[in-house]
């Protein structure tokens, strides 16, 4: 049951995670252009982009605990 329970939060957190990282900007996505760059400089996305950011981190941080929970259950 435990294990069940465990494979399908892994499922939700590694969809999550592909979701989340499909969409940040590159960091040169706006580089070309005037407008990108303003924007980037007045911070106009850069706000946006630091919350991905972290949501980033903590759904890589808990498929990396999942990852290790789950092969310790399984060996």
Known sequence: MLDTVLTILYLIVCLALI?????????????GTIAGGAQTLFGKKRGLDEKLGRVTTYLAIAFMLFTIVLTILHS
């Open 19 to 31: 979701v989340i990282v499909l969409l940040q900007s590159g960091r040169s996505a706006s580089l």
